[in-house]
């Protein structure tokens, strides 16, 4: 009843990690908890390799290709803006969004190279900001022990490392921090209760900001 122009939008949820934090389990757990509750709702992530692109990263992380960082760095910021006009109109639409990395990965992964943190967050300016940030704590030890590191370019422990101190230097106070090595019902518990409060708020009329 609060929403008077039947605007009801969906919520922009971001799940953030190292490699091997759990996220993308975590999220499609998310997104099929979401769905049984009749919510309407999509899962995506970032980069997203079916574009041309993405195609263009993926060959990179696979070492398929060699790019140098700002080339690497702007390819994908653009996959983000190029999913961007699609995700607005999705969320104006009334459904969520629950999205493994954006951004902040971009920033966070290009930064522990030795780019500029600055120049690394120029490109992402503009784009949608998530209505909830969902970071998925773990120390790159401890994901590392988890296995099954991929064997793309980025995982290997030392750059993890890396990663894990340009992810503390960009949260900040609104993002929800989730301990990664709590058992997984207990991670999908307490994501869960973030997710659905934050529908909630959007759905009573929060507006989506750029
Ligand atoms: P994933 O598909 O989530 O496993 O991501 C692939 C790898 O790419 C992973 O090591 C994280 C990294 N990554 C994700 N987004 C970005 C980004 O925007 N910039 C950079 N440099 N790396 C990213
Ligand atoms: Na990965
Ligand atoms: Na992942």
């Known amino acids: 009843e609060s929403n008077e122009n039947n605007n009801v939008r969906g919520a922009l949820i971001v799940l953030e990690g190292l490699d091997r934090s759990g996220k993308t389990s975590q999220c499609s757990r998310m997104h099929s908890y979401l769905v049984e509750q009749g919510i309407p709702v999509e899962l995506w992530r970032f980069p997203d390799r079916n574009t041309c692109v993405g195609q263009m990263i993926s060959s990179y992380l696979a070492n398929k290709s060699q790019l140098d960082d700002q080339t690497v760095h702007l390819l994908f ?79 290997r422990l030392e750059f993890q490392r890396k ?39 959007c759905r009573n009329g929060k507006s989506l900001s750029p």
Do not use: H
């Open 77 to 155: 910021s653009a996959n983000r803006w190029e999913k961007r006009s699609l995700m607005e109109s999705k969320l104006k639409s009334g459904t969520t969004l629950i999205v493994d990395r954006y951004s902040y990965s971009g920033v966070a992964f290009s930064s522990a190279k030795g780019l500029d943190i600055e120049w690394c967050k120029a490109p992402e300016k503009g784009l949608l900001a998530p209505d909830l940030v969902l970071y998925l704590d773990i120390s790159p030890e401890e994901a590392a022990e988890r296995g099954g590191y991929g064997g793309e370019r980025y995982e």
């Open 163 to 201: 990663v894990s101190q340009q992810y503390r230097i960009l949260r900040d106070e609104t993002w929800k921090i989730i301990d990664a090595c709590l058992p997984l019902e207990d991670v999908e518990k307490r994501l869960r209760e973030l997710a659905l409060d934050c529908i909630t708020d």
